[in-house]
């Protein structure tokens, strides 16, 4: 069975930094586009960034400048490194494992930017 599992959400105040790390199973890592999005309550999830095969990302407006993302290969792993957070950061993180046919969600990771 699939796994992607998240780590290293938790409560910062703002203007801190977090870094998520998203560890992947049973899954050939390197042939995945893998993401991070976010959602909070009454709000549809949206992308935060993704990182293609060949190292390439994406992010979405609000974060550019802020969070990079970042892949291992080695260790089946996506992080997203988050400086300069604000309240309106606040929400669960999920990772997201895509390829051409399969798609793939880990249970997501809270994070909580407040003083």
């Known amino acids: 069975q699939v796994q992607l599992v998240e780590s290293g959400g938790g409560l910062v105040q703002p203007g801190g930094s977090l870094r998520l790390s998203c560890v992947a199973s049973?899954?050939?890592?390197?042939?995945?586009?893998m993401g991070w999005y976010r959602q909070t309550p009454g709000k549809q999830r949206e992308l935060v960034a993704s990182?293609?095969?060949?190292?390439?990302?994406n992010s979405a407006d609000f974060v550019k400048g802020r969070f990079t993302i970042s892949r291992d290969n080695t260790k089946n792993t996506v992080y997203l490194q988050m400086n300069s957070l604000k309240p309106e950061d606040t929400a669960v993180y999920y990772c997201?494992?895509?390829?051409?046919?399969?798609?793939?969600w880990g249970k997501g990771t809270l994070v909580t930017v407040s003083s």
């Open positions: 997201n494992a895509n390829s051409i046919n399969r798609n793939y």
């Open positions: 990182i293609i095969r060949d190292g390439s990302t």
């Open positions: 049973r899954i050939t890592f390197s042939l995945y586009t």
